[in-house]
């Protein structure tokens, strides 16, 4: 199977722009996470997207949103952009597998977006 | 809330020697998982070893194994026979199992491996 795939893998914005990345999981996995990482916070989660529905969601202003579609491909959005907000943006998608009476979701990550805000 | 704790920015290692690389956690959670991810260079994270809460058997992957001490909260990762392809950020990882935690994880703040040949 093809492995996670985020685009672009480079972005270069200024402040005040919105941004829109863009992560396509493994085939048949439904859930798919944002994190966000920098030097100065490190890995950060941003949401989690199962089945179209946000499941979890991060510490992160409403400036970050994001969606999932049908297809289980998710999109991040990032409005009114901050220099902070240069990072790299990683997503991870997973499915569930089963051991005895564990259930547990293998997460697989994609390369990353780095944005850079200017 | 859940606290991953990574206290060694920088280690390094010859080539060929052992390495371990410590990692504490705080959860008031008494099922999770943990892991070690790898991140080399290229910003790929990628998973080395996962260690179930319930299970008191240390995980083993080839060269890698993890001291798991749950009643302490620390949780290890012993690199044995270390290659040149080891170097890289290693984060520590953990995620509570109950269903309404998704795939959730919490990062600790990483180790940077360098191995010398």
């Known amino acids: 199977k093809a492995g996670v795939t985020q685009t672009p893998r480079y972005l270069i914005k200024t402040r005040g722009q919105q941004v829109t990345l863009s992560c396509s999981p493994i085939s048949g996995h439904r859930s798919v996470s944002w994190y966000q990482q920098t030097p100065g916070q490190g890995l950060q989660f941003l949401f989690e997207?199962?089945?179209?529905?946000?499941?979890n969601k991060g510490n992160f202003p409403g400036r970050f949103s994001g969606r999932q579609f049908s297809n289980s491909r998710s999109e991040m959005n990032v409005s009114t952009l901050e220099l902070g907000d240069s990072a790299l943006y990683l997503c991870?998608?997973?499915?569930?597998?089963?051991?005895?009476?564990?259930?547990?979701?293998?997460?697989?990550f994609g390369p990353g977006t780095r944005l850079t805000v200017l | 809330a859940q606290t991953v704790t990574q206290s060694q920015p920088e280690m390094s290692v010859q080539e060929a020697e052992t390495v371990t690389l410590s990692c504490t956690y705080d959860t008031s959670e008494s099922d999770y998982y943990l892991f070690w991810y790898k991140q080399p260079p290229s910003r790929q994270m990628i998973l080395v070893i996962r260690?179930?809460?319930?299970?008191?058997q240390n995980a083993t992957e080839n060269r890698f194994s993890v001291n798991f001490q749950k009643a302490a909260k620390s949780f290890s990762l012993k690199i044995s026979d270390s290659q040149l392809g080891d170097a890289a950020m290693y984060f520590c990882?953990?995620?509570?199992?109950?269903?309404?935690?998704?795939?959730?994880?919490?990062f600790g703040e990483g180790t940077q491996l360098t191995v010398n040949p």
């Open positions: 991870a998608s997973s499915e569930t597998r089963t051991s005895g009476s564990w259930s547990y979701n293998e997460q697989f």
């Open positions: 990882a953990y995620r509570p199992i109950k269903e309404t935690s998704g795939s959730r994880l919490t």
């Open positions: 260690q179930e809460a319930y299970k008191q």
């Open positions: 997207y199962f089945s179209e529905t946000q499941r």
